[in-house]
């Protein structure tokens, strides 16, 4: 897995949504074997199958995290990099959002 580097923050792993798609459709076929087996056999197999499933699910619950700590730096660093913007750019700033604020105004208004 890839990190991004956000300077200042702890190196995060880079999750895509592609990665944790994949995990939570291993997740769900797990269980869905889990489910076959318990009702059809016990023993031996069943034990393995829940170990299977217990395994897919530990590896997207972290991910998961992961990916949840990734968004959270990204969050911080984008809010940072907006405070930072704004009070070096205090009237750029107001007219980026009187200039939004129309828009989004006109596009309400012609519903």
Do not use: C
């Not at 087996?37 to 829940?50: F, I, K, M, P």
């Not at 530990?58 to 984008?78: F, P, S």
């Amino acid at each position: 897995m890839s990190t991004q580097n956000v300077p200042g923050e702890p190196d995060v792993p880079d999750v895509t949504k592609e990665q944790l798609i994949a995990d939570f459709k291993t997740v769900v076929a797990d269980a869905e074997a889990l489910i076959k087996a318990t009702a059809n056999q016990g023993g031996e197999a069943l034990a393995s199958v829940r170990a299977k499933a217990e395994a897919s699910l530990a590896k997207a619950k972290a991910q998961m995290a992961d990916a949840e700590a990734a968004l959270l730096v990204r969050a911080k660093a984008a809010a940072k990099a907006t405070d930072v913007y704004v009070h070096e750019n205090p009237w750029k700033a107001i007219g980026i959002s009187a200039g939004l604020a129309l828009l989004v105004g006109f596009i309400m208004g012609r519903r």
